[in-house]
């Protein structure tokens, strides 16, 4: 069970009984669904919001009404907050008062007759192969660090995993004799992804070179270990990420994740079958995978305005 968000000075200032129904609200999350730490730690930080706003109206989460609901979300959207974060804003409320309602906490449900805000759904930002084959060439893979930062490198973008899975990778879960890695995505969901010659051979040279190197004789469950001889984290890979974006000459926002769309992006380029990437992916619904058309479009588009005499 998830433990309870350290006592933060946004959790100080909610209303203690708030802080007590958001915990059991997050706990049957975690056992009803088995969502991630990352999606129940934005729920809680949604409500704690909500809960700081009615608090300073004499009001705890149980006793608000739909016209409350409606005037906390205008606020933030009248501070600057984006139209799809209110989008989530409003989700996260949905999901905890039917909790509520299911636990007898509440008789009605409050959000029952708010619309959701209409929106065009954003393109993901995705990488051309160049910017891939540039950025994978930066590491310096003559010190451990720097082979370990490629291996990563290249099986993110051979396999699409998630940043989460990719770092929580361990030893039980990767076949390299087979070439596939196994992989418990979000729900639980188990899936096998195949990761290719390239990735293979990286993260061969890697355990074989560098990881015990890292780990200076000590042990570690985890694949891809630090300095600290600690497997490494999300926000240490993404921070190296970002450094090895800017050395790689790439200008656009990128994250663990923009390799995960390069990897969906450039199978659909190449002709994937959608639910093929869907199931790699690990995508619950194949409409999720379905923006993936949509990149490849766009970039016929950009290819044709570039480079047609009448484009």
């Given amino acids: 069970m998830p433990d309870a968000e350290a006592r933060t000075p946004l959790v100080q200032r909610c209303a203690a ?3 007590s ?26 409500l704690y919001r909500l809960s700081m706003w009615l608090k300073r109206r004499s009001l705890t989460l149980t006793e608000a009404a739909s016209a409350d609901l409606l005037q906390f979300l205008a606020a933030q959207y009248g501070d600057g907050r984006a139209l ?12 905890f008062y039917r909790f509520l309602v299911r636990e007898g906490r509440r008789g009605d449900d409050p959000t029952a007759d708010i ?4 929106m065009d759904r954003p393109l993901p930002y995705s990488l051309s192969e160049a910017d891939v084959e540039a950025l994978l060439e930066v590491p310096d893979v003559r010190h451990p660090v720097g082979l370990r930062d490629r291996a990563m490198l290249e099986l993110l ?6 940043v989460s899975e990719l770092v929580g990778l361990v030893h039980e879960q990767v076949n390299l004799r087979q070439g596939v890695v196994r992989v418990v995505g979000k729900g639980g969901k188990e899936r096998l992804v195949p990761l290719g010659d390239e990735a293979v051979n990286w993260l061969q040279r890697y355990l074989g070179e560098a990881r ?9 469950e985890q694949v891809f270990v630090s300095r600290k001889a600690v497997g490494i984290s999300r926000q240490a890979f993404w921070y190296r990420l970002r450094q090895y974006a800017v ?21 659909v380029n190449h002709g994937a079958d959608l639910r093929v990437v869907q199931m790699l992916l690990g995508h619950s619904d194949l409409s999720t995978t379905q923006i993936y058309t949509h990149v490849a479009r766009e970039r016929l588009k950009q290819l044709h305005q570039t480079h047609h005499p009448r484009g």
């Fill in 247 to 267: 050395r790689a000459g790439i200008r656009g926002p990128l994250s663990p994740h923009t390799l995960r769309h390069a990897f969906a992006t450039h199978l």
């Fill in 212 to 220: 015990e190197a890292l780990l200076k004789a000590n042990l570690c």
């Fill in 157 to 162: 973008y051979a396999s699409g995993l998630r």
């Fill in 17 to 19: 009984v708030d802080v």
């Fill in 21 to 46: 129904i958001v915990d059991r609200f997050a706990d049957a999350l975690w056992m009803e669904n088995g969502l991630s730490e990352n999606t129940l730690a934005a729920y809680r930080r949604d």
């Fill in 84 to 95: 799809r974060s209110s989008a989530r804003l409003l989700s996260s409320m949905r999901r």
């Fill in 115 to 118: 619309l959701s805000p209409k």
